[in-house]
């Protein structure tokens, strides 16, 4: 008998702390898109899907002035077409993507005639951060930048 309680107390305690930790999840706030406003849809659309490697979803506007990317489980990038203006983007804002190698990813951009730098801004270079990570950064065809990285978490 003394066991079945043990067992039952634990499930209970179990229990109560994944309700507390779904509900802390639930209350919070999570990404759902990143959008921008781009010059060529077509053109943004291509380098997103061929150099970046994202794959598009469908997008519920049909209008032509849409793509959406999946970019985790429940969140999107949407590229908008419209831009008129290319305005000067920083490096420090910037959208990053984790892939399994850096040294991998880069025949892509060289593939595709992408020029990337490391964080100091020396061309064709990776950053070594003193935790380990590899990471480069480029600009797409707005002049959004991007990072890639091989961070594990």
């Not at 970019?71 to 983007?89: R, Y």
Request: hydrophobic share 40%.
């Amino acid at each position: 008998m003394k066991k079945w309680l043990t067992v039952a107390v634990l499930l209970m305690i179990l229990s109560f702390g994944f309700t507390l930790s779904s509900s802390a999840q639930a209350s919070g706030a999570r990404l759902n898109h990143i959008a921008f406003y781009v010059k060529d849809l077509k053109i943004s659309t291509d380098f997103y899907h061929n150099v970046v490697g994202l794959d598009t979803i469908p997008e519920p506007f049909h209008d032509g002035r849409h793509t959406w990317f999946l970019i985790g489980p429940k969140s999107h990038l949407h590229i908008i077409s419209g831009a008129t203006v290319n305005l000067p983007k920083e490096k420090n804002a910037h959208l990053c993507f984790t892939v399994a190698s850096v040294e991998a990813f880069i025949p892509r951009l060289t593939a595709n005639k992408v020029p990337y730098e490391n964080w100091a801004g020396d061309k064709m270079a990776v950053t070594n951060r003193v935790d380990g990570v590899k990471q480069l950064y480029f600009q797409d065809p707005d002049g959004y930048w991007i990072e890639i990285n091989d961070a594990r978490e």
